[in-house]
Structures are given as structure tokens and as C-alpha cells.
């Protein structure tokens, strides 16, 4: 029964959403990405990522953690993490087997481990301790692909960088942002061409966490968000219930 209401309760706010709105529903790509950059603006202004960290050698040991794991459980492990390995060159000195006693708990700690001493030494040898803004140079230190690149060159340099993760995929799809991309690559450029460049690393969080406390891959909740009137997964929900 609760099933039942909960579709009717959709297929009504639908109807509703049409007979007010009976443009959103037409609109085109370009309109649709103005009213949701308008919705976030004004509901979320702030949007940061919620890994902690203190310096961009930080910020690059939690996102290269975060793979396949929670920011929950990466915030978990990086305190005792940073207090034995508080620079690179700490970091380079290691053996990787020292270093996945402290990352156990993460997916993956055996290759995580081994890419992070990977990571060190390069970020020693090959560029003086310094993390590199370059999204081709950051992604020639082990364990850092073209996410994580964007992810720092957004967060750290705040560079018109779009990190597509499995929330923002899956976020700018259903809503309508990106068209039949058909790997993260694909989305990234279609979200970068449509997006106001000085937005774009704001708008990285804005999906993300949309992704992660709203629009969830099994139970998204669509009867308390937001741009479900200009979305298109809630259209086609209210058209298969109709």
C-alpha cells in the first residue's frame, strides 16, 4: 500500500509540476542547465568535498584512498595516516606493506598501498614535492587517473575541471544534463561545455553531493527534491505511472 501512495503521490506532483510549469517539460538543453544552476545557487551556495585535509599532498593521499570507498571511512583512516606519513617525502621512504596497516580498512588497500609509495616517490623525484595543477602531469603519478587529476585541479587550483564520479554519472543523466554519454569521459565533456567555466568546480560538488543525500542509485528521493520539475528522470517516472 505505501508502494501504491508513493505513486500516486509522484504521478499527482507530475501533473502538478506540468499545469505550472508546462514549459519545463519542453525545455531546451541550454534552459534546463540554467534552472538547475539557478537551484543550486540559491539552495546550495557552499559546496566543498567533505575528504579532510590540510595541504594538497593531503587532499591527493584522500582522493587516491577514496576510490571505491566512502569520504566517511577515508576521513576514518587519514588522521593516524597523516600523523606517521606527514609529507611526501615521509611518504617515499615507506614500504608498502607498512602503509597498508594504516589503509586496511579501505577497498583495496594491497594496490591503494603500493600506489600511494608510488605516488610519493614520483611527487619527490620528479616534482620537488609539489603537487602539479597540470591535469596531464598530475596524471603521471601512480594511482591517479584523470578523476582524481580533475578532482585536485578543481579542489586545490580551482581549475574548470569536472571530476565525474559514479554520483555525478549517475546525476547528470537522470536529470537530464548529459545525453546518451556513454562513459564518464563523455559526461565530463558535455557538463564542461555547458557550464559557465568560473561554476565549474562548484558545480562538481553540487552533483556530487546531490548524488550522495538526494538522487541515490536505488531509492532516490524524488518526493523532497528540488529540480524534480525540471528533471528527467521524475518525467519519464510520472509517464511509466500514468
Known amino acids: 500500500?505505501?508502494?501504491?501512495?508513493?505513486?500516486?503521490?509522484?504521478?499527482?506532483?507530475?501533473?502538478?509540476?506540468?499545469?505550472?510549469?508546462?514549459?519545463?517539460?519542453?525545455?531546451?538543453?541550454?534552459q534546463r542547465y540554467k534552472k538547475v544552476i539557478d537551484y543550486f545557487q540559491t539552495n546550495m551556495p557552499v559546496a566543498e568535498t567533505e575528504l579532510h585535509?590540510?595541504?594538497?599532498?593531503?587532499?591527493?593521499?584522500?582522493?587516491?584512498?577514496?576510490?571505491?570507498?566512502?569520504?566517511?571511512?577515508?576521513?576514518?583512516?587519514?588522521?593516524?595516516?597523516?600523523?606517521r606519513f606527514p609529507t611526501s617525502t615521509a611518504l617515499?621512504?615507506?614500504?608498502?606493506?607498512?602503509?597498508?596497516?594504516?589503509?586496511?580498512?579501505?577497498?583495496?588497500?594491497?594496490?591503494?598501498a603500493k600506489n600511494l609509495v608510488g605516488m610519493a616517490k614520483t611527487l619527490v623525484l620528479d616534482f620537488k614535492n609539489t603537487v602539479p595543477s597540470d591535469i596531464e602531469?598530475?596524471?603521471k603519478l601512480p594511482g591517479v587517473g584523470r578523476k582524481t587529476a580533475n578532482v585536485i585541479a578543481s579542489v586545490v587550483f580551482n581549475k574548470p575541471t569536472m571530476a565525474v564520479d559514479t554520483h555525478v554519472f549517475r546525476?547528470?543523466?537522470?536529470?537530464?544534463?548529459?545525453?546518451?554519454?556513454?562513459?564518464?569521459?563523455?559526461?565530463?565533456l558535455q557538463l564542461t561545455k555547458n557550464i559557465p567555466e568560473d561554476l565549474i568546480p562548484l558545480a562538481h560538488h553540487w552533483l556530487i553531493l546531490h548524488g550522495r543525500y538526494t538522487c541515490m542509485a536505488r531509492k532516490p528521493k524524488c518526493?523532497?527534491?528540488?529540480?524534480?520539475?525540471?528533471?528527467?528522470?521524475?518525467e519519464n517516472l510520472g509517464k511509466a505511472n500514468s
Open 223 to 234: 518526493n523532497e527534491c528540488g529540480l524534480s520539475k525540471f528533471c528527467k528522470y521524475f
Open 137 to 139: 602531469e598530475l596524471q
Open 92 to 112: 617515499s621512504q615507506a614500504e608498502p606493506d607498512e602503509v597498508f596497516e594504516y589503509i586496511k580498512s579501505c577497498s583495496y588497500p594491497n594496490n591503494k
Open 53 to 83: 585535509y590540510n595541504s594538497p599532498y593531503e587532499l591527493l593521499v584522500a582522493v587516491i584512498l577514496s576510490a571505491q570507498c566512502t569520504d566517511k571511512r577515508v576521513n576514518l583512516i587519514t588522521p593516524e595516516f597523516f600523523k
Open 171 to 188: 546525476v547528470a543523466a537522470r536529470i537530464g544534463l548529459t545525453v546518451n554519454a556513454k562513459n564518464p569521459l563523455a559526461a565530463e
Open 1 to 30: 500500500m505505501q508502494i501504491v501512495f508513493f505513486l500516486r503521490t509522484l504521478h499527482n506532483l507530475r501533473a502538478l509540476c506540468v499545469k505550472l510549469y508546462p514549459m519545463l517539460y519542453h525545455m531546451t538543453i541550454n
